[in-house]
């Protein structure tokens, strides 16, 4: 635990693993001094701030035979008080302590007040650690401590992340319902559209989604025909351009296609829509017949001519014995005729079923059921909702997907959606970024 380190941590590093090593309290195995010399016991590092203002919040020290309450500034170098421009500050008035790894100087408080200073070291052996981390390029970094974690430590900091990634997703609902005006109907209906993008063509259908004018098209719900003329055209799949080119060199044009565009240019100017979107945003590369936007966007109009995936519906299926078998009933899809026999205008194909496989409804509700009812559960402060959302996240089978593959190969076990959730947002939002001082798996690893 001793010594001190200088090279290869970035300077920004180094600073953050100054708040870590407070935070965490890796003080070295000796009595602390301030820097004149009076005796210091750290009761309660504090509270750290990531907002404006001291580092850490709260805090309890004593300082020779007298307790203090207040906040804590930590820098580098004690200079960089005055280069920050804290004595001049009034929210650091109350700083009952300043730490710094090299005192180079007094620093004193907006009211004139001196304040204490302790000279706080980096151990070596935790710098070479985060040096470690930092530089492998192996995936999960802290591979090595994963098989000896304590199960119970492990479960706490999933389920963290769990309830962080949902806290996430919900904020992203919460963006869509502000952009309709406060309209949750219209907030899940655009969640929904992007999560039939299964991925691929997510951001698409999500733009796709911001052009349906629901207010208006919804009394023409009942008729599948004009629902399904307005999605595919809004999505600028009733073009000319779009069709495949065998279809527009032979003009052999599909009288189903023609029909539709009838309608839909009909509807353009009942409705004054929008223009459409420009169909080269669609992708079709590496996708499975089931996967093109035109199967996706006939089966969204058969769910909203059918009228079930509605907020209420939801919640009512939520909050059943069996909300799985009760979600799958609501997100059951089907098409109209011309789809069974088709994957694209012009592109017969044999007579088939078209119906939503069970693991792509599990994503639906993982990516849309959930984060939909979670954001307005904490909207409304339905407490027992929220509990069922978080329930149903336990319910459903671990994705499959390459990020926990990896996970698993070094002793983690995945069962649930839970898990699959808080792994890819330990991915996303920790490893990622090279977070490990923010992350408890990270944290083991330091202080081993």
């Known amino acids: 635990m001793l010594g001190i380190f200088k090279i290869y941590t970035p300077f920004a590093d180094m600073e953050r693993l100054l708040h870590y090593v407070w935070k965490h309290r890796l003080l070295p195995l000796r009595a602390l ?4 010399g009076q005796e210091l016991e750290i009761i309660d590092p504090g509270l750290a701030n990531t907002n404006a203002g001291p580092d850490f919040f709260n805090a309890k020290v004593r300082i020779g035979q007298t307790m203090w309450a207040g906040n804590v500034e930590i820098h580098l170098r004690s200079s960089d008080w005055f280069r920050h421009g804290h004595e001049g500050d009034e929210r650091y008035d109350n700083v009952i302590l300043h730490v710094a790894n090299v005192v180079d100087c007094d620093v004193t408080t907006c009211s004139g007040k001196r304040l204490p200073q302790l000279q706080l070291d980096i151990p070596a052996g935790l710098s070479q650690r985060y040096e470690t981390l930092q530089q492998t390029e192996d995936y999960p970094r802290c591979h090595r401590i994963i098989p000896g974690l304590d199960i119970f430590r492990v479960h706490a900091w999933m389920d963290t992340l769990t309830v962080e990634r949902l806290e996430e997703r919900a904020q992203q609902v919460k963006a869509r319902l502000k952009a309709t005006n406060g309209n949750w109907e219209w907030a899940l209906f655009t969640t929904l559209a ?11 259908f999500e733009a796709w989604a911001g052009r349906i004018p629901l207010d208006r098209i919804g009394k023409h719900r009942d008729e599948l025909f004009q629902i399904e003329a307005i999605f595919l055209g809004m999505a600028g799949l009733l073009e000319a351009a779009s069709l495949p080119p065998e279809s527009r060199e032979r003009g052999a044009w599909d009288e189903y296609f023609l029909s539709l565009r009838r309608e839909f240019q009909y509807q353009c100017r009942l409705f004054s829509l929008p223009a459409p979107m420009p169909y080269q945003q669609w992708r079709y590369l590496r996708l499975r017949p089931q996967n093109f936007p035109h199967i996706r966007l006939a089966e969204l109009a058969w769910m909203y001519h059918k009228g079930r995936v509605t907020l209420s519906g939801l919640k009512d299926a939520t909050m059943t014995e069996e909300p799985l ?5 609501v997100l059951k899809t089907e098409t109209s005729p011309y789809w069974q026999t088709h994957i694209m205008f012009g592109h017969p194909t044999g007579k088939r079923t078209l119906r939503l ?5 599990n994503l639906l509700i993982i990516n849309t059921v959930v984060p939909v009812l979670y954001a307005y559960a904490t909207s409304h402060n339905d407490w027992e909702l929220r509990q069922r959302t978080l329930d149903l996240l336990q319910l459903l089978p671990a994705e499959r997907n390459h990020i926990l593959r990896q996970w698993e190969a070094c002793g983690l076990h995945v069962d649930t959606a839970a898990d699959s959730q808080a792994l890819i947002q330990l991915k996303r939002q920790y490893c990622d970024r ?15």
């Open 357 to 361: 496989s069970q693991s792509s409804q």
């Open 434 to 448: 090279h977070d490990c001082l923010r992350c408890s798996f990270g944290y083991e690893y330091l202080k081993s």
């Open 33 to 36: 001094l301030t820097t004149d």
């Open 194 to 204: 992007r999560n039939f993008g299964f991925g691929l063509n997510g951001d698409a």
């Open 325 to 329: 078998k009760a979600l799958r009933g």
